[in-house]
């Protein structure tokens, strides 16, 4: 039976993150088996994962770095071996060249750009943007489908700015645009949460379990 990892290194969201992928795979018959891991050996193995996030870039890439061969563990499941990954809120800002909150972080560099404080440019628009707000301009592609116009929750006051628009797979409003979602060969990151999307949240974790990049 295929494996789903979801990689532990201590991210806030874990819990919820996990409950929301076991409903998931157990709503879709040929569903992975799902595995909430920090071993190094397990994530270079997996068929799938999934990296959670919550909190500042810094920490969260200090996090996975503290954990022995986890970093090289996750690069080599993803880039050598081109398993389906999909990263959520932080887990998706990870995925880019890096983050600037605190100084300047390096990230993994599978999507060229930067992570940056969003500015809604509106006094009445608070940040951090915590709340539900519509995906727009979906890309066609099968994590993402069906979502246009659809609600989901975010809560975050940082966010993957795309050098190549081309690899946004969604967008969102917040006084301005920015990418909601971003979709590069067999890698996916939502920056919404889909634990916390409901019925939308779910409908996204089970087609990434049955993806097929």
Known sequence: MSRAVLIDYGSGNLRSAEKALLRA????????????????????KADRLVLPGVGAFAACMGAIEAIDGL??????AVTQRGRPFLGVCVGMQLMAE??????????FGWIAGDVRRIEPGDSRLK??????NALENVADHP???GLEGRDVYFTHSFALYPKDAG?????????????????KDNMAGAQF???KSQGVGLKLLGDFLQWRP
């Not at 890096?98 to 990230?107: A, C, N």
């Not at 940040?127 to 539900?132: R, S």
């Open 167 to 183: 690899d946004a797979a969604a967008w969102t409003t917040h006084g301005e645009r920015f990418a909601a979602a971003v979709a």
């Open 143 to 145: 994590v993402f489908a």
């Open 98 to 107: 890096r983050g600037l909150e605190f100084g300047e972080t390096p990230g």
């Open 127 to 132: 940040v951090p943007h915590m709340g539900w």
């Open 71 to 76: 970093k090289q563990a996750i690069e080599e």
């Open 25 to 44: 795979a157990a709503e879709r018959p040929d569903a992975p088996e799902v595995l909430t891991t920090s071993d190094p050996d397990l994530v270079a």
């Open 193 to 195: 949460h889909p634990e």
